[in-house]
């Protein structure tokens, strides 16, 4: 079956311009995560999707920063007026239940924030 | 904060020898997990210890708990030159996974 998927693979962007990323985890996958990776570093925890439950948003790092996910589904990561130090490898990743169980990434959307 | 911490940053060693990466953490876990990533894209799950277990083996691969240290270690038996990569450790408690920095790991062909 087909894993998690992202979309775009890579954004350039200007700054102060609002970006959208797209993630489509694997299906019947209850959990999603969003995650930030700037250069050579972890993962940094972003916002968490646990079925019907609000979401876990404690790793906003500001209100520019908001996810939606649909149905259950697709998530959408926005970051409004975007900036320079926004610039990193945003992953998305999906599991089956509990938070703490094995956890399948997708590939990544590059963003460069010019 | 982070909650897993792993060492050395970074490793070289040649094709054939072993390589052991040293994860510790700080507070109570649900299970501890590791995770190699290539090329600074998606993150590929390797192997999950719960925190009732001591030992777990899969192929090369061989992952220690010690949650008394709190401390974690992965050895990758008779390395290849395609096992070069970053590698993290993952703690899994209070519904949420927490990352480590990573560890690069070089294998010389």
């Known amino acids: 079956g087909a894993g998690v998927s992202q979309s775009p693979s890579n954004k350039v962007t200007e700054k102060g311009k609002d970006v959208e990323l797209r993630c489509d985890p694997i299906?019947?996958?209850?959990?999603l995560y969003w995650y930030r990776q700037s250069l050579g570093q972890g993962l940094e925890f972003l916002i968490y999707f646990q079925g019907n439950s609000a979401p876990d948003k404690s790793g906003l790092p500001s209100d520019r920063f908001s996810a939606e996910r649909t149905g259950g589904s697709v998530s959408t990561l926005t970051i409004q007026r975007t900036q320079q130090e926004d610039s990193a490898v945003y992953l998305c990743?999906?599991?089956?239940?509990?938070?703490?169980?094995?956890?399948?990434f997708g590939p990544g959307t590059r963003l460069t924030v010019l | 904060s982070q909650q897993g911490e792993e060492d050395p940053q970074a490793l070289s060693i040649q094709e054939g020898e072993n390589a052991t990466m040293n994860c510790s953490y700080k507070t109570s876990i649900n299970n501890l997990q590791w995770y190699r990533q290539n090329s600074g894209r998606g993150l590929v799950h390797l192997i999950l210890i719960r925190s009732n277990e001591r030992e777990k083996h899969s192929g090369r691969l061989r992952v220690t708990l010690d949650t008394s240290k709190k401390s974690s270690s992965l050895l990758i038996t008779a390395s290849r030159a395609a096992d070069t990569a970053s590698y993290f450790c993952?703690?899994?408690?209070?519904?949420?996974?927490?990352f480590g920095k990573g560890i690069t790991l070089s294998v010389r062909p």
């Open positions: 299906s019947g996958h209850t959990a």
């Open positions: 993952a703690t899994g408690a209070n519904s949420k996974l927490t």
């Open positions: 990743a999906s599991s089956l239940g509990l938070a703490f169980n094995e956890q399948f």
